[in-house]
């Protein structure tokens, strides 16, 4: 997650936060649907929320909502032809192969590009760390 300026909190609770600008979430198989549809509805009611980041564990791709005007967002669907995410708003950019460094996908699931078919280790716990600079 990302916040722009001071960090505004629901009630003083420190696990609600109140204006953040970026949420990147990590899928997995039993929460895909709920970050999908559920979170990201309630995700757009937030005023300070612009860009929303799907990172998938099982297989190299990220999508990427943008806000373009109220209920308008624009997706940009990421896979291994891509070499980046931009999140220009904040300015970041962050590069598919730190997202996936040391992940290891099945050989089917294995992409045919470059450093990306080259990785190995958990999913989820090896993906979310690739994230530093947020």
Do not use: C
């Not at 696990?15 to 995700?43: C, H, M, W």
């Amino acid at each position: 997650m990302v916040v722009v300026g001071e960090v505004a909190y629901h009630n003083n609770r420190r696990d609600i936060i109140l204006n953040p600008q970026v949420i990147i979430e990590v899928l997995s198989q039993s929460t895909e649907d709920y970050d999908r549809l559920g979170k990201f509805a309630s995700y757009r009611t937030i005023r300070s929320f612009v860009k929303y980041v799907l990172v998938d564990q099982n297989r190299i791709r990220v999508e990427h909502f943008t806000k373009q005007a109220a209920k308008r967002w624009l997706l940009q669907d990421l896979d291994a032809e891509d070499r980046e995410i931009r999140l220009r708003s904040i300015p970041v950019s962050i590069s598919l192969n730190d997202v996936y460094r040391n992940v290891n996908f099945s050989e089917t699931e294995v992409s045919k590009t470059g450093n990306l078919a080259e990785m190995r280790s958990d999913r989820i716990s090896t993906i979310a760390p690739h994230f530093p600079y947020l």
